[in-house]
């Protein structure tokens, strides 16, 4: 009875209260959802409305960037700009500011053109003129020049991309200077000049050389004649030249310090480096043949018998002895009132061997300056003479050296600061540039001196010459004796090799 009336009892619950609530909660539910629906749908047509009107703003696809050199970069920064420029149309309030972020990306691009195209045509004069100026360069170059700098370079609009293109051709000198274009710059900076001279049939002409070359005597022995030429640099004319002209000195200075690094070996000084560039330098510049024709300008003729005039042994070759060289050596320490270090000692050193060959010429010859020498002899009132390079102790000369004698050495030199005998009473300071003996060397070398530890050394080759510096009267002011390594012995070796063939004098007119 109990479990029959709980059911009837239930019954008039669920239909008067439960299901008139269930059919208003679904009731509610649909009308949720269709709400929802309905808010979506207003919210896309909004959307719709929204991208609609900013369609109207936004700026054309930039499908083609002018601007010449610049466009690999311009086109890069156009994406950035057109992001910006949508974004500031899609939050504008107005009309105005939607058309006037457009407006702002429209100048933008011009802006950019305008300065790409500007800049191609300056950069196409600069072409010019660099090539003037030694510099190897076209436009693949500047093309080449200009991705890269677009794909590296932050700062691509803020940067000088006339300086920064030469920058980038000097960092490979040797493929984007061209010493032959800097030579032929020069040339044009003088006129030629001329002198009068005998020709074989003894008739007065002209020679004409140009003044960057020195005009000197030779035989020649293809010809078998006496010539004159002008295929002799002159350093001093070639320098001021150069001086005068800042870009043709900047790409000459570019390509020689890039080829002394190059020449440079191990004990080879910083100087001698960059002097032997120099010398390279100067020699594809001014290439032989450049300075003024080759003229036969002696008396050559049969004389009686048919027979044509001998010529005589030009250069005398003997044996020669040893030399005795005086150096100096120091104490280890200094006070303040001394600028160097105080004199220890005065020393006689043997250089050479009685096997060397020596050689006397029948006229003199000039070693030119700006030559690194080993100097041997003290240095006392040579300072107008030569300076002395710190690194490694070998002089600079400052003025020209005549000479008529050579003797070919092999020479030991320290190229450092050395300390001798160290700890002992006899203690003392070698300074780097000293030449040292045989017996000096070989024992530094083997281990087996115990005056402190190896010093660094050089064994050069090379010629020994005693010469004389004249001043500008021709008046001799000062005898000399230095070393002059092979690399720096040019004018030797020709004179030893040719005898009288090369004449050095700067007249060649007046013997």
């Given amino acids: 009875m109990a479990q029959e009336t709980a059911g009837t009892i239930g019954i008039p619950v669920l239909k008067n209260e439960l299901l008139p609530y269930l059919t208003d909660y679904a009731k509610r539910s649909e009308r949720a959802e269709l709400y929802k629906q309905k808010a ?34 311009i ?36 802006e950019l053109n305008y300065g790409g195209e500007l800049e191609t045509q300056k950069q196409k004069e600069n072409l010019k003129a660099l090539g003037e100026s030694g510099y190897v360069a076209d436009e693949n170059a500047l093309s080449q020049y200009y991705r890269e700098q677009a794909a590296t370079n932050p700062n ?23 010493p032959a274009a800097i030579g032929t710059a020069l040339l044009k900076q003088f006129k030629p000049q001329n002198i009068e001279v005998t ?24 010809a078998k004649a006496e010539v004159i030429s002008a295929d002799k640099v002159n350093p001093d004319a070639a320098f001021k030249a150069l001086q005068s002209n800042p870009n043709l000195l900047n790409a000459a200075e570019k390509y020689i310090q890039n080829e002394a690094q190059k020449i440079k070996a191990p004990g080879m000084s910083d100087t001698e480096a960059y002097t032997l560039a120099t010398d390279k330098f100067f020699g594809e510049a001014l290439q032989q043949g450049r300075g003024g024709q080759k ?32 150096i100096k050596t120091y104490k280890t320490t200094k006070s303040k009132k001394d600028a160097d270090y105080p004199e220890f000692s005065t020393q006689q050193v043997k250089i050479g061997s009685d096997k060397d060959t020596g050689y006397t010429f ?3 010859y000039t070693l030119d300056k700006n030559k690194s020498v080993v100097l041997l002899q003290p240095d006392e009132g040579l300072e107008d003479i030569l300076y002395r390079n710190p690194n490694n102790g070998r002089y600079v000369l400052k003025q020209n050296i005549k000479f008529n004698n050579a003797v070919e050495r092999i020479v030991n ?79 030797i070796v020709n004179a030893i090799n040719m005898g009288e063939a090369e004449e050095t004098s700067s007249n060649p007119w007046d013997k």
Wanted: no cysteine.
């Fill in 40 to 73: 979506q749908q207003r919210a896309a047509e909004l959307a719709a409305k929204k991208a609609a009107e900013v369609d109207k703003y936004i700026p054309p696809p930039f499908e083609t960037a002018k601007g010449g050199y610049w466009q690999p970069a």
């Fill in 295 to 326: 003229y036969d300008y002696s008396l050559q003729f049969k004389g009686a018998g048919g027979k044509k005039p001998s010529r005589a042994p030009s250069v005398g070759k003997t044996t020669s002895a040893p030399s005795t060289v005086l």
């Fill in 362 to 364: 029948k006229r003199d």
């Fill in 199 to 222: 020709n074989r049939n003894r008739e007065t002409e002209r020679f004409e050389y140009n003044p960057l070359f020195t005009p000197e005597r030779k035989y020649d022995n293809v």
């Fill in 75 to 110: 086109k890069q920064r156009m994406d950035a700009e057109q992001k910006a420029a949508l974004q500031r149309i899609a939050s504008a309030t107005t009309q105005a500011e939607k058309a006037r972020a457009a407006q702002d990306y429209s100048a933008i691009m011009q």
């Fill in 156 to 178: 691509f609009f803020e940067t000088n991309h006339i300086t920064g293109f030469r920058n980038w051709l000097e960092r490979n000198p040797e493929k984007n200077i061209n």
């Fill in 413 to 491: 030199t320290l190229d450092e600061d050395y300390i001798s005998q160290k700890g002992t009473k006899n203690e003392q300071l070698l300074k780097a540039g000293t030449p040292v003996s045989d017996d000096f060397y070989n024992a530094l070398m083997s281990g087996s001196y115990k005056g402190g530890r190896r010093p660094v050394m050089s064994k050069s080759a090379g010629y020994e010459v005693a010469g004389t510096v004249y001043d500008a009267t021709n008046t001799p002011i000062k005898s000399i004796s230095v070393f002059v390594p092979k690399s720096q012995a040019s004018t």
